[in-house]
């Protein structure tokens, strides 16, 4: 490994994601994990998207693309493709991998083809309008977070705590600080080890 590793692969962290994580300051948009003054390097990167309308129900890019495209045909193809961008981008926000998983079975009321079809004619009066909707479908997803939270704290305080605690009690090693890798992220890439 002679060259450093290409982060703009990982999509959801540098892709389409970064925008909806520099939005967002970092935080889970649904828990709220990640607030405060301070970035976390090991949560940042644990970080995913979230699609409000998820991609069975036509909020991922080509079918909000085709629903801009049908219901905005007095557009010119640049402004079409402006606002499907604009769309989905309204349509993602930075979730943990806890919150991403327990609501990623979630549906919302409607469809986003049948969401763009309903909108205004005017291209800022239709983001507005789909933003109103959107914000629902959020509130709606933290409401359940909240409650499966509460469920799962209880259970980790009642049940996995205890054991994680014993075991490093057992075991001191396990109380240090350490570097799982065995190298230092945060060192400049010359100076990493070569594999």
Request: hydrophobic share 35%; proline share 6%.
């Amino acid at each position: 490994m002679d060259r450093p590793y290409n982060e703009a692969g990982l999509q959801s962290l540098f892709g389409y994601g970064r925008s909806a994580h520099e939005r967002s300051g970092g935080i889970c948009q649904l828990c709220g994990c990640g607030a405060g003054p301070d970035i976390d390097f090991d949560l940042w990167r644990q970080f995913t998207i979230e699609h409000l309308i998820g991609e069975g129900q036509g909020g991922y890019p080509p079918r909000i693309r085709a629903a801009v495209d049908a219901r905005f045909a007095h557009l010119t193809e640049l402004e079409r493709a402006s606002l499907a961008s604009r769309i989905h981008e309204a349509n993602i926000v930075t979730a943990c991998q806890f919150c991403n998983s327990t609501t990623s079975r979630d549906r919302a009321a409607f469809t986003m083809e049948e969401a763009i079809a309903g909108l205004p004619d005017d291209p800022e009066e239709a983001l507005v309008a789909l933003a109103d909707k959107l914000e629902a479908i959020l509130d709606a997803k933290r409401d359940k977070v909240r409650w499966k939270l509460r469920s799962v704290y209880r259970g980790f305080q009642e049940k996995i705590l205890p054991a994680l605690l014993e075991r490093r009690r057992r075991d001191p090693a396990l109380r240090e600080p350490r570097e799982l890798s065995g190298l230092n992220v945060t060192a400049p890439i010359e100076e990493q080890p070569r594999a």
